[in-house]
């Protein structure tokens, strides 16, 4: 099930950052050790009320006198309306309520979309200071107050945000159709393979990067089953994104990727793997989505003996956190091996939903531990007592052991690759989870 989406808008400096950190806590510092990969600050799923939804902080926005400034400001907001089921616009107690807020406030009614308007910096428990209800003024609704530092009043307003969320079953996805994910830097191809999928001209191309600024969703329905294409604007390198309506673009094409089942990342093959080719596919591998790696543009590559097998080992050796997925060596342009994608995104959705009984989990747990002994210090044994299987989309487990201490890095990737080994799961990341069981008596 998709999660809903929440936007933060509003200037810069009004405690955006603040209240992203004070309501995620340290998991948004966290940078995963996967090679290449960093985790992004400016979005991360949260959960209220037993309810996931996927955070997005759009960065301060401010109305400038200069038109095009004006004209970009209102791109970049506008992308990120589009994308949210609700808008949070923070407004800033102490600079109190400005002529920029006016502007975006007026932005946000023309939008139609639900706002929930709070400020932040009311640092003090008690009666609420006057300052506060001018910014009823903006004709957005109830007010409110929040101090992001003192993590005071965000119940309140999780609450109020809570209650502009799409129903439950209104987000529940067809199971019979796959949503996938086409994603990738600019001018890999993305929108060719789309056309080619289709097999209409639904998307504009050209050789321009960034040509494509939403992500368009188009059923397709064919003797490999239904599946939702998602066409998503090129993710870029940070430090080129200058055109500000493309930073924006990126949010999308990451929300993309949250509603999608699986991801193809394309690869162009005249290029090679750059290294925002494995940030790429990090998002992916991050969110827990069923993965296939495309090289695009094959059909310009000169061939000669091996040359496949070589690209191929590159492409793992640069890819080496997602062994798991796949590799594809097609051409949008000329349709090449299009098909045989349609096969491989159907196998990786169904290994990525792919549910083992507890019997059959614990009986390989028993085989893996006796053919290589778990990990041990100071004369102390891991000890895994079970298993079970909890979730799928990824898969997710849970083992239950006598000290979480113990277990280390190489044995949990040893596991992993026994479970696939014995069951498959290609195509799909892998979740495992320690809890530690009651200490045996005695």
């Known amino acids: 099930m998709s999660k809903p989406v929440v936007a933060i808008i509003g200037r810069p400096n009004v405690g955006k950052s603040s ?8 998991r948004v510092s966290i940078v995963d050790d996967t090679p ?39 791109a970049q907001a506008q992308i990120a309306i589009d994308t ?42 008690g009666n609420l200071p006057a300052e506060l209800y001018e910014f009823y003024n903006l004709g957005l609704g109830e007010v ?18 809570y209650e502009h969320f799409p129903d439950r079953e209104a987000m529940e996805q067809d199971e019979d159709t796959i949503r996938v994910a086409l994603i990738g830097k600019p001018n890999a191809g993305k929108s060719s393979l789309a056309n080619k999928m289709i097999g209409s001209e639904r998307s504009i191309v050209s050789d321009i990067p960034g040509t494509t600024r939403d992500a368009i969703d188009t059923v397709v329905v064919n003797s490999h089953g239904t599946f939702t294409i998602i066409d998503t604007a090129g993710l870029r390198k940070k430090s080129r994104i200058e055109d500000s309506i493309e930073k924006y673009s990126m949010i999308r094409a990451l929300t993309a990727i949250e509603r999608s089942n699986v991801c193809v990342i394309l690869i162009d093959a005249v290029e090679g793997v750059t290294e925002q080719d494995t940030k790429v596919a990090g998002y992916a591998h991050n969110g827990g989505k069923a993965c296939i790696i495309a090289v695009n543009k094959w059909d310009l590559i000169e061939k000669t003996t091996g040359t496949l097998e070589t690209q191929e080992r590159e492409v793992r050796e640069r890819f080496a956190f997602m062994s798991y ?22 196998n990786v959705h169904e290994q990525a939903g792919k549910r083992l009984t507890t019997g059959m989990l614990n009986d390989l747990l028993t085989e893996a531990t006796a053919m290589v002994p778990t990990p041990q210090d100071k004369g102390k044994h891991l000890k895994i007592y079970y298993g079970t299987q909890v979730a799928t989309f990824p898969p997710q487990f849970v083992l239950f052991v006598n000290d979480k201490e113990l277990m280390h ?3 949990e990737r040893y596991l992993e690759n026994q479970f696939r080994k014995n069951f498959g799961f290609e195509g799909t990341p892998m979740r495992f989870y320690l809890r530690m069981k009651d200490k045996e008596k005695g």
């Open 325 to 346: 997925a796949p590799i594809i060596f097609l051409s949008a342009k000329t349709g090449q091996r299009v098909e045989k994608l349609f096969d491989m995104i159907k």
């Open 36 to 74: 290449g990969v960093t985790r992004d600050r400016i979005y991360a799923t949260a959960t209220w009320r037993e309810r996931e939804f996927l955070l997005i902080d759009t960065g301060g926005i401010e109305p400038d006198t200069d038109d095009i400034l004006l004209k970009g400001m209102r």
């Open 19 to 26: 209240f992203f950190n004070a309501l995620l806590g340290e």
């Open 144 to 161: 409110y107050p929040i101090s992001a530092a003192h993590r005071l009043g965000i119940g309140e307003l999780l609450d109020a945000l």
């Open 409 to 411: 890095f190489s044995y």
């Open 84 to 125: 949210a089921d609700v808008i949070l616009f923070i407004c800033d107690l102490k600079s109190g309520l400005t002529a920029s807020d006016h502007d975006i406030a007026i932005m946000l009614r023309k939008s139609k979309q639900p706002v929930v308007v709070c400020v932040n910096k009311v640092d003090h428990v």
